[in-house]
């Protein structure tokens, strides 16, 4: 500081300074366990705030599969004789009820098969490709079991995709 107030005055002649006092930077410490109670009440608040949020559920399955809430006997075993046509056990798929939110979420899935005529996007079935995942939408089992064609038309695809 003394050489600032008897040099600068001279290098600057006529010009007004300021000198400002140099900031204290030393960091002050708290008592340790202080420290750790705050960090264990942070710690205690997340947990709360991490539990509160919904967990989507998780699909594990290759297989899911959309069905509309009521399906009859005849529907479930034409199901199953599909889903055995084509190799996948009973293990490998899971049925729900309700469309996915997006279909991002079932990218990675290895089939996706919808059997709701309210999701049907045209009469000709095709693949939609969703990244590694294959999706497709069919009319309602019931359809099927009248329909030769409609059922002839899912075989085709189903069997491109296994």
Request: without cysteine; hydrophobic residues 35%; glycine residues 2%.
């Amino acid at each position: 500081m003394n050489i600032e107030k008897n040099f600068l005055a001279k290098i600057f002649e006529g010009d007004k300074l300021f000198v400002f006092s140099e900031e204290n930077t030393s960091v002050e410490y708290k008592d340790s366990t202080e420290n750790d109670s705050i960090l264990n009440e942070v710690a205690e608040k997340r947990e709360v705030v991490e539990s509160s949020i919904p967990q989507s559920k998780k699909v594990e399955k290759e297989v899911l599969i959309l069905l509309p809430n009521q399906v009859e006997e005849a529907e479930k075993e034409t199901l199953h004789k599909l889903l055995k046509a084509i190799g996948i056990e009973k293990d490998q798929y899971e049925v729900i009820n309700d469309h996915p939110d997006s279909l991002q979420s079932i990218q990675h899935l290895k089939l996706f098969l919808s059997f709701h005529n309210q999701y049907l996007q045209s009469e000709e079935y095709s693949i939609l490709k969703i990244n590694k995942g294959n999706a497709i939408y069919a009319h309602s089992l019931s359809d099927l079991n009248t329909d030769q064609n409609k059922k002839l038309m899912l075989w085709n695809l189903l069997k491109k995709i296994v």
